[in-house]
């Protein structure tokens, strides 16, 4: 299952200085410093904890990374951070912790990129990991024609961050990098919307072309001009082809036609029935539980954030009475741990509510079950687990 928060370390951690330099340096080239570790007081590890926790509550969506090294006689303050105000409020907290530090500590995006902080994704779907290599663990996904944010480089690999905020390692050849600029004309230009579920893009307007590219649906692309039952299109990286008509709609059009209602949002929920669950997964390919729910939802026109932990500060709360009378068709169901015993709680899976107990979901694959407990499809795990309930579609009540 996809886990909506993951166990967390302390941010101001005992480190060693080539590690440190790795960090900080990107794609600038800084060369490893010779520090030797200096173990930070408790009073400095609080302050810096603080901090943390003010401008990036969580990891995955905010960028602060601080620890405190010995160089020569100096206590050194270094890692990287995504605002001067995060440094400041670092460097002054440690002061009033009673620490007197030197600052070594990055902001980024990284200079080296220079403009080019923005990138146009031209893979149907590319793939956002924990870290810098293929064997890491998978954390998003984003669709093609949708934009990142750059925040630096390290060899073929980039940190970016997608429109709902997830920092992830992408690799370099899934984006066309370019500047904010290039992504504003982008989106101003006559855009095609997929809605086919997958289709491919071809060199010339015949079926038995050679493929450019796979796209699936959500992915968006931009159009050249028409040819018979067929759209020339251009990809973010400025590759050419093909792509039937019946595969795509005019962007513009297709969002101002959204209608996020109970039935819409059923609807699309079950054309998706079968689909495999995949860790990580936000696209028709493969999905997680939360991509199942955010690629739903975005498909009526309603954005949510990529965990479940995420999704579940999102909406207004609806009440879990024993008979769940206050649910209605479209609500966001959470399952994980209550809080108790001074353990906090904790929210590992989502679904959508449909009515009548019936909830649909990605485990193992897009299915329906029931949380009526006679039912030949009751989930027990779930009905055990039911914690929350969110609703982000206007009440019909």
């Known amino acids: 299952m996809r886990m909506g928060t993951m166990n967390q370390t302390s941010t101001v951690s005992l480190v060693l200085a080539a590690a440190l330099a790795v960090l900080c340096a990107g794609c600038s080239g800084l060369s490893p410093a010779r520090e030797q570790p200096a173990a930070p007081s408790a009073a400095l590890e609080r302050a810096l904890e603080s901090v943390r926790a003010k401008h990036a509550p969580d990891p995955h969506l905010g960028l602060f990374h601080v620890g405190a090294a010995r160089e020569g006689n100096r206590l050194v303050l270094t890692g990287e951070v995504a605002s001067a105000s995060a440094r400041a409020d670092a460097l002054a907290a440690a002061r009033a912790a009673g620490s007197e530090v030197a600052d070594r500590i990055a ?19 590319a793939t956002g990991r924990e870290q810098p290599e293929h064997k890491a663990e998978m954390g998003t996904q984003e669709l093609m024609g949708h934009s990142v944010r750059i925040w630096k480089c390290a060899g073929l690999w980039s940190l970016v961050q997608t429109a709902d905020r997830y920092i992830s390692w992408m690799e370099e050849g899934s984006f066309h990098r370019c500047t904010p600029a290039d992504v504003e004309a982008w989106n101003a230009s006559a855009l095609l919307i997929v809605t086919t579920f997958e289709d491919r893009v071809l060199e010339g307007p015949d079926p038995h072309a050679q493929p450019v590219s796979d796209v699936v649906m959500g992915c968006l692309v931009r159009r050249i001009g028409e040819t018979g039952d067929w759209y020339r ?22 969002r101002e036609s959204r209608r996020a209602t109970p039935e819409n949002i059923e609807r699309t929920a079950r054309s998706l029935l079968g689909r495999p669950y995949l860790w990580g997964g936000s696209s028709p390919k493969g999905l997680d539980c939360s991509g199942f729910t955010k690629l739903v939802f975005f498909l009526n026109g309603i954005s949510l954030d990529r965990n479940a932990s995420h999704q579940a500060r999102q909406g207004a709360a609806i009440l879990l009475d024993p008979g769940l009378s206050m649910l209605e068709k479209g609500d966001l169901l959470f399952f994980g741990r209550r809080a108790a015993d001074g353990r906090p709680g ?16 990605a485990s193992e694959r897009v299915r329906i079950n029931s949380l009526d407990p006679a039912s030949p499809i009751r989930d027990e795990h779930r009905i055990r687990t039911l914690i929350q309930a969110r609703r982000v579609l206007p009440s019909e009540s």
Do not use: K, Q
């Not at 904790?346 to 979901?361: A, E």
């Open 346 to 361: 904790r929210v590992t899976h989502t679904g959508i509510y449909l009515g009548d107990r019936l909830f649909i979901h």
């Open 107 to 125: 902001v980024l995006p990284d200079p080296a990129l220079g403009e080019a902080t923005r990138g146009l994704v031209c893979l149907s779907v």
């Open 233 to 254: 299109v251009e990809l973010p990286d400025r590759r050419g082809g093909y792509l039937r008509r019946t595969s795509a709609e005019d962007y513009t059009a297709w």
